[in-house]
């Protein structure tokens, strides 16, 4: 059965990934915000410019050009040059990257429909399309697996020989898998689109990684220069993103492997140390009890033997023997005598010292049998 996460796991992953936008926002602010305020100085100042060299050319009329020009790139026209050299944004193959962009999910944005039928067809097409791919890339991505998957077992197969422990072997297999995927992957398709796009190397790696993590600004596009492309060109990029995606999904699926056996481990490593906890505070809750049943005893013993002591003392001076003393009972001995407390009440002897001794016969704590002394114990727990 699945386990579900708990509210306080989901609260902090929240937290933490707010802290990261908060991040990201700020590096961002403070990296595009001086390059956003400088251009939007520059093309005021050619504005400025343009109208001072044209005074034929009034400012509403050079907003108005503006407006056109602006609205042509949002439409995937670029108005630079003459119409007559430029290709068509929806041509066969560059419609069929602009499909392949919506059922992956990327959008770069470069082109998109401005007409309401072809709006709601792509509604339609990406509800349809978007399922259907996630089967095919799920299907690819098992089949790199697997195929990864056999290379690395060649590779701890030669590693075992070596001597090396399981846990560095399959690390160091980990790691090549990927180094050799992100240069099949990621670094020959920059060389690629930098040869031909005529991008630096930046650019042409910023490109690769937004496209295959499906971010897809739309700032760079291959296929989206003013140059000669050949028919087949986008079709193969787009068949380079189908791959590179699901390399990236089997990379995200054994991360997540890992993820769900270290986190089986970390579960059983906790069972086992809750499970040494409660043997050890049985073992130290047994010492204890014995601890205190060996006390007991030898408390016990010790009131037995001052019972007979006492039972010895009495017998020796001719006493009854006195009430054993028994575990957990106290004793505390209360002498009085009603017949003697009236004998010195009436001779007003309150100053009288009982002696140990008397008529020749020998008394413990003052106390005459003849007399009428009566010895009291009370027993209290």
Request: one cysteine or more; proline letters at 3%; a neutral charge.
């Amino acid at each position: 059965m699945a386990t579900v996460m708990k509210w306080k796991t989901v609260t902090a992953i929240f937290l933490l990934v707010v802290l990261y936008l908060v991040i990201g926002a700020a590096v961002f602010r403070s990296l595009e915000q001086p390059h956003e305020s400088a251009q939007r100085l520059a093309i005021l100042s050619q504005k400025l410019e343009f109208l001072s060299q044209h005074s034929c050319v009034n400012q509403s009329q050079l907003e108005e050009l503006v407006q056109q020009v602006v609205s042509a790139v949002r439409s995937g026209v670029n108005p630079a040059g003459t119409l007559t050299n430029h290709s068509s944004l929806w041509d066969l193959s560059s419609a069929f990257f602009f499909a392949g962009t919506v059922i992956t999910t990327i959008g770069f944005g470069n082109i998109s429909p401005h007409t309401e039928g072809g709006r709601i067809f792509c509604i339609i097409y990406a509800l349809l399309g978007i399922p259907l791919f996630g089967f095919l890339l799920a299907g690819v991505g098992d089949q790199l697996g697997t195929i990864f998957g056999k290379g690395i077992a060649k590779v701890e197969k030669t590693f075992v020989h070596w001597a090396i422990s399981q846990t560095k072997i399959r690390v160091i297999s980990t790691l090549l898998f990927v180094l050799f995927g992100c240069l099949l992957f990621v670094a020959l398709p920059a060389a690629i689109f930098k040869h031909i796009e005529g991008w630096s190397a930046l650019e042409s790696l910023y490109f690769v990684v937004i496209t295959l993590t499906t971010i897809g600004f739309g700032d760079f596009v291959a296929g989206g220069s003013d140059i000669e492309y050949l028919d087949y060109y986008k079709p193969l990029v787009w068949f380079w993103i189908l791959v590179g995606l699901a390399y990236f999904a089997a990379i995200l699926s054994m991360i997540g492997d890992w993820l769900r056996v270290i986190s089986r481990r970390t579960k059983e490593e906790v069972g086992e140390i809750r499970a040494h906890a409660a043997e050890w505070t049985a073992n130290v809750s047994a010492e204890f009890k014995e601890t205190r049943r060996r006390v007991s005893v030898e408390i016990y013993d010790k009131f037995q033997r001052a019972a007979s002591i006492k039972r010895k003392l009495s017998s020796e001076l001719g006493f009854s023997s006195a009430p054993e003393l028994t575990l957990p009972k106290r004793a505390m001995s209360i002498n009085f005598s009603d017949e003697w407390d009236r004998n010195e009440k009436e001779a007003g002897l309150h100053d009288l010292t009982t002696p140990l001794t008397r008529n020749g016969g020998s008394l413990m704590n003052g106390l005459d049998p003849g007399r009428g002394d009566v010895s009291v114990t009370e027993h209290f727990k």
